[in-house]
């Protein structure tokens, strides 16, 4: 053994004994030394750089509503023929997906919102589109009214307000909301089931509980797919689910959705008081069409009088209305008329004739009951621009309905006592259905006395396409009696009295209208 070799084996028992006698103390110390020494650092395996965790990006984050809303779907994905029936028709009309898009556009940020509040699935911000294609302004067959297609007693149920001045289940904000809480409350009424909720909102909760009864009882499943629901319902949930899939799934079914932006696009704003919807527009810097749709919920000129007086506004307009509308007290938010009574008039003529309500008449002025006296003057709140310019008001809307161009010839038909849509439609050889269509109603709706009616007749031009037909106002003048008014305009006194609601009345006083329909063919022979 050279003198080398022996030196390095004492050196190490020299160490293992010296590491047998050191304390935990010494240990730690010599550890630390031995990191501080540069020659030691060096045989330390220093750990691989860690790459940084990808951001998490949140669905509140994304740039398009549209992945915002995938995200966040959370139903069952389901793959059946109801289902592959309804995607199937959806790929053969893209168009429709654009259009539905760009009308979605203004409230669909909202809604999503709102969705997510209640911790619902957000499938349901596609269900406007299964119920109205995202009209804000439709109407049903069923009755239903508004982008969520609520019916008159739900919207009632539901709290939603619906009179002369206004339909709360057209308004964006409150029909959402009555929509989510009806949704919700069927969500527990059939134990979680979402499917069973979506078939209940489409054919009411009863018809679906008698269904799943009837099932119970014979000892079939209960599930939605099983249960013997009307062939709308049963094509309902699977449109809704297609349309989920069409997002899911977009780029496999060679679907585009428009891009919409991630953010809020409109904001409820409160007037505290009645406003002239021509001013509200002005003061918010859009056009009154803009307005109207945004607000659908306003039948008239004006918001109503007894509230709502909420406005939906786009958000970069609602600081420059805010500021125009507190320099403006609420008297001057609406355009005052004061009217003199002329003899013949009642409180249901003035009011027709100002597009507004007796109810609001008699509570401006005072009025108990309906007795009102020649000479005196009444208050009346009017349109600041002329009624043809509140271009999406109801009555507006239904004089567009009306005048639209059909085929065949058009008549006009004036509501007497006693009709109703079946009867006219068998006298004039028509559908029902297709009455109710040309003037903007329900086939259920009722039918007021001396409404014009439009009716289409197919075919060409025939003796009786060539009388004309007009429904005109007639002003009672002195000497007048309903005699003389039947004989000058070829009519019958009875058809006069029917119109009009004479019957039993003798005299009819000057200054008086009268709604008559004329043939102007024969007035003029």
Not at 359 to 364: E, G, Q, S
Not at 487 to 514: C, E, H, T
Request: glycine share 6%; with cysteine; aromatic share 10%.
């Amino acid at each position: 053994m050279s003198k080398y070799t022996l030196r390095y084996v004492l050196l190490i028992a020299a160490y293992s004994l010296f590491g047998c006698q050191t304390s935990p103390e010494n240990k730690r110390l010599a550890h630390d030394d031995l990191i501080d020494k540069p020659v030691a650092a060096t045989l330390i395996k220093q750990p691989a750089q860690a790459k940084p965790e990808p951001a998490i990006v949140t669905p509140q984050q994304v740039a398009n509503l549209w992945q915002r809303i995938n995200m966040q779907f959370s139903l069952p994905e389901l793959d059946n023929k109801h289902v592959t029936a309804q995607l199937n028709w959806y790929k053969k009309h893209p168009n429709y997906i654009q259009r539905v898009s760009k009308r979605a556009e203004p409230y669909l940020f909202f809604i999503v919102e709102e969705l997510e509040k209640r911790n619902m699935p957000l499938e349901i911000a596609l269900l406007p589109v299964v119920e109205s294609a995202f009209d804000p302004f439709a109407y049903s067959h069923g009755a239903a009214s508004g982008m969520w297609q609520i019916i008159s007693s739900t919207g009632a149920r539901f709290g939603l307000r619906q009179n002369w001045w206004y339909d709360g289940r057209r308004d964006v904000a409150a029909s959402t909301y009555a929509a989510l809480d009806y949704l919700q409350y069927l969500h527990r009424r059939f134990n979680g089931d979402w499917l069973l909720a979506l078939a209940a909102y489409n054919s009411g909760e009863g018809r679906v509980g008698r269904a799943i009864t009837k099932n119970r009882k014979a000892g079939k499943a209960t599930d939605f797919w099983s249960l013997k629901l009307p062939k709308e319902t049963r094509d309902y949930v699977p449109k809704l689910l297609a349309l989920v899939k069409l997002i899911h799934h977009a780029k496999q079914y060679s679907m585009t959705w428009p891009h919409i932006d991630n953010k809020q696009r409109i904001a409820l704003v409160e007037c505290k008081s009645q406003i002239d919807l021509a001013l509200a527009a002005k003061f918010a810097g859009i056009s009154l069409a803009t307005l109207y749709q945004l607000n659908p919920g306003f039948n008239r000129w004006a918001t109503d009088p007894n509230g709502n007086h909420q406005l939906m506004l786009p958000v970069g307009n609602v600081l420059a209305f805010n500021q125009a509308l507190a320099n403006t007290n609420a008297k001057q938010r609406v355009k005052w008329l004061r009217y003199k009574v002329k003899q013949g008039d009642s409180l249901g003529v003035i009011a027709q004739r100002n597009q507004t309500s007796v109810a609001i008449i008699k509570d401006v002025n005072n009025i108990i009951g309906n007795r009102i006296h020649s000479g005196k003057f009444l208050l009346i709140p009017v349109a600041a621009q002329e009624l043809s310019q509140y271009t999406l008001s109801s009555n507006t809307r239904l004089q567009s309905t009306q005048n639209k161009k059909r085929s065949g010839v058009k008549l006009t038909h004036l509501v007497q006592s006693g009709d109703n849509l079946w009867d006219i439609a068998r006298k004039y050889k028509v559908s029902h259905r297709s009455i109710a269509k040309w003037n903007g109603m329900a086939p259920t709706d009722s039918l007021a006395l001396g409404r014009s009616l439009v009716i289409w007749k197919k075919g060409s031009k025939s003796s009786e396409s060539n009388n004309i037909w007009r429904t005109i106002t007639y002003k009672v003048r002195s000497g007048d009696s309903i005699a003389k008014i039947a004989q000058k305009f070829k009519l019958k006194m009875s058809d006069v009295m029917k119109w009009n609601a004479l019957a039993g009345k003798k005299y009819i006083q000057p200054g008086q209208r009268l709604t008559l329909r004329i043939n102007v063919t024969k007035v003029n022979s």
